[in-house]
């Protein structure tokens, strides 16, 4: 599986999984030659992402190595703290991922079957309509950002995710790096030296890594996923009939959460 | 109005007030530091812009980076010379630039500008 | 005109001495809170709006409740009023100021908050907010001062002063509407996704906003020679007596809509509110308190007897406010919070400085309001109203 995408990404691509950085990537190329391939790059073509977790092969293992690779990839610290954590994607239970669902009698393997939820980069999502200068927006190619240098810190779009997907910077996250007993926590903070941190007072959550689609790389989750469990995770575009998560919605019961809500969710569960 | 008189002497009084640190300061301008080059900086020869924009408007172009980078997706910069720059405070800028504070601080701190880029942007580890 | 702020009493001083001591208190608690970060709130991740928002709700109220002496006096000519207008502005601009700091002080990046501005987003609500609340505050200012300063000159204030008074009525509507959408329109909360949301908001809105306003008139009668009239706070007390009842009545129709419908979503949070769910709520006694003090309102209110008594009346609008306050100014905003989207109870509790910041800008507020009344009073001394 992976992405059906265009030459250059794939070289791209190439290099960023040898570990060179999206620098490297682009002195491959002699100059003007990459203006010419960037242009096929593909932001204003309406494109759809979308994600399908498959909840039978994804297992404890299966989930920590996701929530670590997303939360390792973008510095997301662990706080120790429920009322101010901050997470990107997360493992919850059953009755608490679908709570309009749940019954007493649900069997076993679900009852006890471990979700992973994130952000589900819905395709009308209110958490957009709602932000008053538009730090939290849709890209064309459906994933909803973040701009973390405009968020004022109002917290409407919290109010207004149905899902709980968005985390707020209570304090400043960098207090990691003083305080002892948080430092233990988090081994080697900012774990990703090529991507930023935050500040105090803006909104984070999961951005489909954005800024590995850009280097023809897999969401970090999914990539770490498949490393244990081919197709665990797939995660391709919806607006393309044969991709590959096309092709395994059409052969797959899923669902979605609060799929009556109306905001259209691009996360979608194998149950 | 009875006593507008007294009002405005209020007023001038309350903006000169607001304005003393500008005046203490007038007449103490030392000399503006220069930002030193590392070697791979001297090497390049050549930043995205000329030396007198960049040290002019060198935020002008961050913002326009960080705006189009994070909310157009357009990542990648041709400069005039036809070369291609990934852009990235953090893995271009100060990939040449990783001393930060011979670089960066020393002219800021100067002009008393505190920016919050490094809030969020990791800085350079610099060898001491 | 300002300058009859000036001079005052000793008493007046006191007060006003008393409020800046509370603002700075205020004002350092906020330092603090800029400084940390808004952690040293009780607010989470689960109930990411709390005191704060629900205190700029409760205030967006107070301030269109102003215009039930506006109404009246110019749609329906009733001509007592007119005297006490002005009372009815000024504390619009008071609350709308209070608003714009609850705002202010919930900012996590206060720096940046011009974004709504440099980059408006016509989709959001808290956009519109802020544009009708601003536009309000401004109304009630030119028209206030502009009255009064005609009334001082003892002529009839121009012709434009009145077509902005006319704008200023549906205006006092669209500042709560407005803000009810702020809530009505979410997908998910079932607590606030009710149409009858904006019904209820201008319902309390028209309950507490007059019935201060009688408080403040009485006070004023109390320490100054300018009295604003037996028959204007009876009126007064009628309205308040008319929107409480309708009030609680919307409170029914939530609670027979979510209880007889048996949707889990919609009894939850009225579940935890009131304590029913068999874990304990931090915010039950409040909110029966807040059933409570309804009641005694009720009563007060309805029996005329009590209604046309002006010390009963003032205990019935006192009740008003406790109730609508708790209602409004906690039960709203954190019902919505809880549960969270999970399903899960995760509590929410203001800390002392989130408190005390609130007092700083409480005190901000009755500081203006009292500079305000000042020149009123002054003014209604000086012509011998
Ligand atoms: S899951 Fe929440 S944050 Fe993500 S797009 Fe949907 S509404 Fe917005
Ligand atoms: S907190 Fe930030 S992203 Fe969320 S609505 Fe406010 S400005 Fe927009
Ligand atoms: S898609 Fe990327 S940002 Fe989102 S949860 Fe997976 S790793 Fe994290």
């Given at each position: 599986m992976g992405l059906d995408r265009r030459e250059f990404l794939k070289v791209a691509g190439l290099a960023g999984l040898l570990g060179l950085g999206g620098k490297a990537a682009i002195d491959m190329f002699a100059p003007g030659e990459l203006e010419a391939s960037m242009e096929t790059i593909p932001l204003t073509e309406g494109k759809r992402w979308a994600m399908v977790i498959d909840v039978h092969k994804i297992d404890e293992t299966i989930i920590k190595k996701c929530v670590e690779a997303c939360h390792r990839e973008h510095n997301v610290p662990d706080l120790a703290s429920k009322k101010e954590e901050i997470k990107w994607i997360w493992?919850?239970?059953?009755?608490?991922?679908?709570?309009?669902?749940?019954?007493?009698?649900?069997?076993?393997?679900?009852?006890?079957?471990?979700?992973?939820?994130?952000?589900?980069?819905?395709?009308?999502?209110?958490?957009c309509r709602v932000c008053p200068t538009k730090a939290t927006w849709q890209r064309e190619d459906g994933i909803v950002m973040m701009d973390q240098h405009r968020c004022i810190g109002c917290r409407f779009c919290m109010a207004a995710c149905p899902f709980?997907?968005?985390?707020?910077?209570?304090?400043?996250?960098?207090?990691?790096?003083?305080?002892?007993?948080?430092?233990?926590?988090?081994?080697?903070?900012?774990?990703?030296?090529?991507?930023?941190t935050r500040s105090k007072g803006v909104v984070e959550k999961c951005t489909f890594c954005a800024e590995r689609l850009a280097k023809g790389q897999l969401p970090a989750c999914v990539e770490a996923a498949n490393t244990v469990k081919k197709d665990a995770l797939v995660f391709g575009d919806l607006d393309e009939p044969d991709s590959n998560v096309r092709a395994v919605l059409r052969n797959h019961y899923t669902i979605r959460r609060k799929p009556e809500l109306g905001t259209n969710p691009n996360v979608f569960y194998i149950v | 109005m009875y006593d507008g008189g007294k009002i405005i002497t209020g007023l001038i009084i309350g903006?000169?007030?607001?304005?003393?640190?500008?005046?203490?300061?007038?007449?103490?301008?030392?000399?503006?530091?220069?930002?030193?080059?590392?070697?791979?900086?001297?090497?390049?020869?050549?930043?995205?812009?000329?030396?007198?924009?960049?040290?002019?408007?060198?935020?002008?172009?961050?913002?326009?980076?960080?705006?189009?980078?994070?909310?157009?997706?357009?990542?990648?910069?041709?400069?005039?010379?036809?070369?291609?720059?990934?852009?990235?405070?953090?893995?271009?800028?100060?990939?040449?630039?990783?001393?930060?504070?011979?670089?960066?601080?020393?002219?800021?701190?100067?002009?008393?500008?505190?920016?919050?880029?490094?809030?969020?942007?990791?800085?350079?580890?610099?060898?001491? | 005109m300002l300058e009859t702020a000036l001079k005052g009493?000793?008493?007046?001083?006191?007060?006003?001495?008393?409020?800046?001591?509370?603002m700075g208190v205020g004002f350092v608690s906020y330092l603090y809170q800029f400084s940390e970060g808004l952690r040293i709130t009780?607010?989470?991740?689960?109930?990411?709006?709390?005191?704060?928002?629900?205190?700029?709700?409760?205030?967006?109220?107070?301030?269109?409740?102003?215009?039930?002496?506006?109404?009246?006096?110019?749609?329906?000519?009733?001509?007592a009023f007119g005297r006490i207008t002005i009372l009815g502005e000024f504390l619009a601009v008071a609350s709308v100021v209070m608003c714009g700091l609850f705002v202010i002080v919930d900012l996590g990046n206060l720096p940046r908050m011009l974004n709504i501005m440099i980059y408006p987003n016509p989709t959001s609500i808290l956009f519109w907010d802020m544009i009708v609340l601003n536009v309000y505050m401004l109304l009630n200012i030119i028209i206030g001062w502009n009255v009064l300063s005609a009334e001082r000159k003892g002529v009839h204030y121009q012709k434009w002063v009145k077509v902005l008074i006319y704008i200023s009525i549906p205006w006092a509507f669209s500042i709560h509407t407005v803000t009810a959408f702020l809530y009505a329109g979410i997908p998910g909360r079932h607590y606030w996704l009710t149409a009858i949301m904006a019904a209820r908001f201008l319902s309390s809105a028209f309950a507490s906003g007059p019935a201060l306003l009688i408080l403040l008139c009485?006070?004023?009668?109390?320490?100054?020679?300018?009295?604003?009239?037996?028959?204007?706070?009876?009126?007064?007390?009628?309205?308040?007596?008319?929107?409480?009842?309708?009030?609680?009545?919307?409170?029914?129709?939530?609670?027979?809509?979510?209880?007889?419908?048996q949707i889990p979503g919609h009894m939850h949070s009225f579940d935890y509110l009131f304590g029913l769910e068999g874990h304990g709520s931090v915010l039950a006694p409040w909110m029966w308190a807040s059933i409570g003090f309804a009641v005694v309102a009720l009563v007060l209110l309805i029996v005329p007897a009590t209604r046309r008594r002006e010390d009963t009346l003032?205990?019935?609008c006192a009740a008003v406010i406790a109730s609508t306050w708790i209602d409004k100014g906690f039960g709203l905003v954190i019902g919505g919070f809880i549960p969270n989207p999970f399903g899960r109870v995760f509590e929410y509790w203001p800390t002392t400085p989130e408190v005390l910041?609130?007092?700083?800008?409480?005190?901000?507020?009755?500081?203006?309001?009292?500079?305000?009344?000042?020149?009123?009073?002054?003014?209604?001394?000086?012509?011998?109203?």
């Open positions: 493992k919850e239970d059953y009755e608490h991922s679908f709570p309009e669902r749940h019954h007493e009698y649900v069997g076993e393997d679900v009852e006890h079957g471990s979700f992973l939820l994130l952000c589900n980069h819905c395709s009308n999502p209110p958490c709980g997907a968005r985390s707020f910077n209570w304090g400043d996250p960098r207090r990691v790096l003083e305080d002892e007993k948080l430092k233990e926590l988090n081994p080697g903070y900012p774990t990703n030296q090529d991507y930023p | 903006i000169g007030l607001l304005m003393a640190p500008f005046f203490y300061n007038a007449g103490k301008a030392a000399k503006a530091p220069e930002p030193e080059l590392t070697a791979k900086a001297k090497e390049a020869k050549q930043c995205v812009m000329e030396k007198a924009y960049m040290t002019s408007s060198h935020f002008s172009l961050l913002d326009d980076w960080r705006n189009t980078v994070v909310r157009d997706g357009e990542r990648y910069y041709t400069a005039k010379s036809g070369k291609v720059f990934y852009k990235s405070l953090q893995m271009t800028c100060l990939d040449c630039h990783s001393n930060k504070s011979k670089f960066c601080d020393q002219c800021h701190d100067y002009v008393g500008v505190d920016p919050y880029c490094w809030d969020c942007h990791i800085e350079p580890k610099e060898k001491k | 009493r000793q008493g007046y001083w006191g007060l006003l001495i008393f409020l800046l001591a509370l009780g607010m989470s991740r689960d109930v990411s709006w709390g005191f704060y928002i629900g205190q700029l709700t409760y205030f967006v109220g107070i301030a269109a409740g102003g215009v039930m002496v506006v109404l009246p006096c110019y749609l329906h000519d009733y001509k009485l006070i004023v009668r109390k320490v100054s020679n300018f009295d604003p009239g037996k028959e204007q706070i009876r009126t007064l007390g009628g309205i308040v007596a008319y929107a409480f009842i309708l009030n609680m009545f919307f409170l029914l129709l939530e609670l027979f809509t979510a209880f007889y419908s003032a205990v019935g910041i609130s007092v700083g800008v409480w005190a901000t507020g009755f500081f203006i309001l009292t500079v305000l009344y000042k020149i009123v009073i002054s003014v209604k001394e000086e012509v011998g109203a």
